[in-house]
């Protein structure tokens, strides 16, 4: 397989519910990258890692948290979440920061 | 603050109605200007970068071009497969940037045949 993998696609969630969002770079890069994609709006960039240390967090609600555990997957955990947060979250990765990103195809979340 | 902005918001073209997609922005030293295109249900897929005023890059039916203020992807010909958003993005030099794109809110295309 090759590229950015993300699972699940779809996602339908209740307000107190826990799920996780996975992510997986078949490309040899260095960094990854969260996104939130509102219908609208620019993507914006929720969380940055760079050989799998966090080096941005925008101001991001705690309701939301970021894992790395290495650099080819990271992972993006649900918790109490509002239904304001319903977006398609797209996951990208590069082979630093700052140069060409890669993105997979994203998962789209609903939250009731 | 680094900004940008695409105009127009959508556009509807008839095939073979050539055109142009802008993308003005505003940063503190640019250190890349990035196209890419989104089709419905997908991630974004990168078309191209541009880092000086005066480069230009070529894809198929599409051309990017940039000044030092906005830049432009050209569409030439267009095909109904070219409807998709294209989305501009850049990387500035401002202070505490750690590389992050900038991205505008994109251009919606729709080619009809």
């Known amino acids: 397989e090759t590229g950015v993998t993300q699972t699940p696609r779809h996602l339908v969630m209740g307000m107190t519910n826990k799920k996780s969002l996975k992510c997986e770079q078949h490309?040899?890069?260095?960094?990854m990258y969260w996104y939130k994609q509102s219908a609208k709006k620019p993507l914006e960039l929720m969380f940055v890692?760079?050989?799998?240390?966090?080096?941005e967090n925008n101001s991001v609600p705690s309701r939301f948290s970021p894992e790395c555990p290495n650099s080819s997957h990271l992972f993006l955990h649900l918790h109490t979440l509002q239904p304001e947060d319903s977006a398609l979250y797209l996951c990208?990765?590069?082979?630093?920061?700052?140069?060409?990103?890669?993105f997979g195809a994203g998962t789209r979340l609903s939250v009731l | 603050e680094d900004q940008v902005t695409q105009s127009p918001e959508a556009l509807r073209l008839q095939e073979g109605e050539s055109s142009s997609l802008n993308c003005s922005y505003t940063?503190?030293?640019?250190?890349?200007l990035f196209w890419y295109r989104q089709d419905p249900g997908k991630g974004p897929e990168f078309l191209f970068t541009?880092?000086?005023a005066g480069e230009e890059k070529e894809k198929e039916r599409l051309k990017a071009t940039i000044t030092k203020k906005e830049s432009f992807l050209h569409i030439t010909a267009p095909k109904p497969e070219d409807s998709a958003t294209y989305l501009c993005a850049v990387r500035s030099l401002s202070p505490g940037n750690t590389g992050k794109l900038i991205f505008g809110q994109g251009t919606t295309l729709q080619v009809k045949p």
């Open positions: 541009l880092y000086s």
């Open positions: 490309l040899g890069h260095n960094a």
């Open positions: 890692y760079n050989f799998k240390e966090q080096t």
């Open positions: 990208a990765s590069s082979q630093e920061t700052g140069n060409i990103q890669y």
């Open positions: 940063v503190s030293g640019l250190r890349g």
